[in-house]
């Protein structure tokens, strides 16, 4: 082999390698260019992520602050809850306390109405005594007033007799006007 063969099965070898290698190297050229344009897309979604991540962020910044207002709320309405209990024991006592006067009070009533109705009673029979006493008065009245006309009528007799009495006879009177 000449100097010209060699060279030029090197040169062949060369431009071989040469071919291989830039053969390589446009197939990782293209492999560099599809892992940065999957880098670019990966930044991006990476970029959309963080956006969507602190809208969710401040979503739940938000909902986090609502939960402490409606937690406060929830505190509140638990003291009115436990305010109104307390309200509620306060006035069921009351109502037993007004209950348990009212049945005392039912009772004074009950008692006080068997007593009005033994008054009742008392004053039907009093007045049933009064009746037969006022009948009797009356009665008695009638009597004294048919006493009394008697009494006036024997009176008027009496006097009706003292007169006569008094009076001369005629027989009397002759004797009298003789011995005058």
């Given amino acids: 082999m000449s100097s010209n063969e060699i060279l030029w099965i090197a040169v062949v070898s060369v431009l071989l390698l040469s071919g291989v290698m830039f053969r ?31 809208g969710a962020m401040k979503i739940i910044g938000e909902r986090n602050e609502d939960i402490r207002k409606y937690e406060a709320e929830i505190k509140e309405r638990d003291k009115l ?19 348990e006067v009212v049945m005392t009070l039912k009772a004074d009533v009950q008692s006080r109405d068997t007593e009005i109705e033994e008054l009742k009673q008392k004053i039907d029979a009093y007045r049933e005594d009064f009746k037969r006493k006022s009948e009797k008065i009356q009665a008695l009245k009638a009597d004294v007033q048919s006493r009394d006309e008697e009494v006036e ?13 008094k009076a001369p006879s005629h027989k009397n009177k002759k004797s009298k006007k003789k011995g005058k």
């Fill in 153 to 165: 009528r024997l009176t008027q007799e009496l006097k009706q007799r003292d007169e006569a009495v």
């Fill in 24 to 54: 390589i190297a446009l197939h990782y050229r293209d492999q560099v260019k599809a892992l940065k344009e999957l880098i670019e897309n990966l930044k991006f979604e990476i970029r959309v992520l963080k956006e969507e991540c602190n």
């Fill in 81 to 99: 809850i436990k305010k109104f209990k307390q309200q509620i024991e306060e006035h069921e006592k009351a109502f037993r306390n007004v209950s």
